[in-house]
Every structure is written in C-alpha cells, then in structure tokens.
T-cell receptor, first 109, second 119 residues
Framework: GQNIDQPTEMTATEGAIVQINCTYQ??????LFWYQQHAGEAPTFLSY??LDGLEEKGRFSSFLSRSKGYSYLLLKELQMKDSASYLC??????????WGAGTKLIIKP | GAVVSQHPSWVICKSGTSVKIECRSL??????MFWYRQFPKQSLMLMAT?????????EQGVEKDKFLINHASLTLSTLTVTSAHPEDSSFYIC???????????????FGPGTRLLVL
C-alpha cells in the first residue's frame, strides 16, 4: 500500500529552527509537495521537490532523498504565525497526490 | 500562484436538504479539479476527481449519488451534497490541478474551503 509518515505534533520556540520529517512509500514518484494549513483554512502550497537535494525559499527549505524515500521541511527564524499544520504529499505514478496526516507545529514565545 | 475560489464559504442547512458548492479557477483553466473533505483535526480526504466534460472519478467509500459533481466548464466544478445529514457536516475543499513549464511540474492550488453544518 501507499504510505506517508510524518510526526503528529512538534513544538518549537520563536526564533529557532525546526525540521519536519516525512517518509513515504508510494507506487511511483512524480514529486513531493509541502503545504501549510492554518486552523480552519485550506492548505497553501509551500514547495515542490522532484530531484534530490535542497530547495530554499526564504525562511523555508525543503529537502528530498528519493533513494531513502525521505523529505524534510526546514523552517528558520520561526515566527508565531508559522504555527500551523504542515502537510507532506507525494504524487504517485498515476499523478494522484497521496497525503500525509500532517504535522501540527506549535510555536512558543 | 493560481487563484481558486469557492462559494459559499459557510452554509448551514436543515437535514434532508441539498447544498451546492461551487469551485472556480479565476485566472486559469483547470481540466481537473479535486474535491476533498476534512473533519476536525484530521487530514484531507480525497472524495473525487472532477474532469471537465466527463464523469467524476469517486474514491472508494464515497457515494456518487449523494455527492454529485459537475465540471461543465474549464473554470467551474460544482459539488452538490444531496439530502444532507448531520454526519455530512465537514469542511469541503476543492483544488485545481496546475501544470508548470512544459507540463513538468504539477501542483494543486486550493480554494478557501466551505464549512457545511447540517442541523
């Protein structure tokens, strides 16, 4: 079966750095996505990785290792507004998105 | 990024009535849209894939006669919850498939969601 694993919840301090991991097992791979979802709102697109390596976008970076079936989202200089759920999703060989359950990130002052 | 709208954002209805939710791509054409449902503190659950000009593809366990999907144009998909019951109360979110340069990259952009409360 297809499976996306990410931690249920993480806590970090304002101004610090946090890394949210995602491991996957899917039938085929056509890219990995990270989305941010604030409580009560729809997800918003953060990043897309299809090749191994690190993609940096401001305070957010996303890393992919296809051989290990592993990705992480790195958030730097954490702000209170970064408190949200972070969803990892993999596009399989049928170009369907397989969603993880999301990681709730709690930022403390 | 691409903009997707949903209407209404909130709806409260009586049990047994039908509710229609619209999903529009505002600045692009979307041949494929997706409908998700999300219960509180749970992940997104794909309900169906809506293809312009053809029948929707429903996920296992989703009743196609209860959740009617119409994708009559390249910018509009509608989800109708027929004979809604309290257990249908949820957050319904649509997304539109967007292709990047030369179709290499694909992502989904989400509408703001519709909260349905069935009394």
């Amino acid at each position: 079966g297809q499976n996306i694993d990410q931690p249920t919840e993480m806590t970090a301090t304002e101004g610090a750095i946090v890394q949210i991991n995602c491991t996957y097992q899917t039938s085929g791979f056509n890219g990995l996505f990270w989305y941010q979802q604030h409580a009560g709102e729809a997800p918003t697109f953060l990043s897309y990785n299809v090749l191994d390596g690190l993609e940096e976008k401001g305070r957010f970076s996303s890393f992919l290792s296809r051989s290990k079936g592993y990705s992480y989202l790195l958030l730097k200089e954490l702000q209170m507004k970064d408190s949200a759920s972070y969803l990892c999703a993999v596009m399989d060989s049928n170009y369907q998105l397989i969603w993880g359950a999301g990681t709730k990130l709690i930022i403390k002052p | 990024g691409a903009v997707v709208s949903q209407h209404p954002s909130w709806v409260i209805c009586k049990s047994g009535t039908s509710v229609k939710i619209e999903c529009r791509s505002l600045d692009f054409q979307a041949t494929t849209m997706f409908w998700y449902r999300q219960f509180p503190k749970q992940s997104l659950m794909l309900m169906a894939t809506s293809n312009e000009g053809s029948k929707a593809t429903y996920e296992q366990g989703v009743e196609k006669d209860k959740f009617l999907i119409n994708h009559a144009s390249l910018t509009l998909s509608t989800l109708t919850v027929t004979s809604a019951h309290p257990e249908d109360s949820s957050f319904y979110i649509c997304s539109a498939r967007v292709f990047g340069l030369a179709g290499f990259q694909e992502t989904q952009y989400f509408g703001p969601g519709t909260r349905l409360l069935v009394l």
